[in-house]
């Protein structure tokens, strides 16, 4: 399954880049510069919606997306869409 959402990319006064995802919670990425923000924030959403995928239940749903045009920013800020690939398969388990 292919997942993507959206990151909002913030470089603090400190020159770290920080990177959130509105739509998964607690999730987020630190990085020295905006290539390796990106780079850290797909670690981090591969690892939150696995660690999801693993705890969910048979009715249970992911998050839904949000409208990048519905998220607001900060001067400076930058959204890129973070896609996560995930094999799930009859005896998954990893």
Not at 49 to 61: H, K, N, V, Y
Request: charged content about 30%; overall charge negative.
């Amino acid at each position: 399954m292919k997942f993507i959402y959206p990151a909002v990319i913030h470089k603090g006064e400190d020159g770290i880049y920080t990177a959130t995802f509105p739509d998964l919670e607690g999730c987020t990425a630190c990085a020295d510069d905006l290539e390796e923000a990106v780079f850290e924030a797909h670690n981090a959403a591969e690892e939150w919606l696995l660690l999801e995928l693993d705890e969910m239940t048979e009715d249970g749903s992911l998050p839904l997306v949000s409208d990048p045009a519905d998220i607001p920013l900060s001067p400076g800020d930058v959204i890129r869409n973070i896609c996560v690939t995930v094999r799930l398969y009859e005896g998954w388990d990893e």
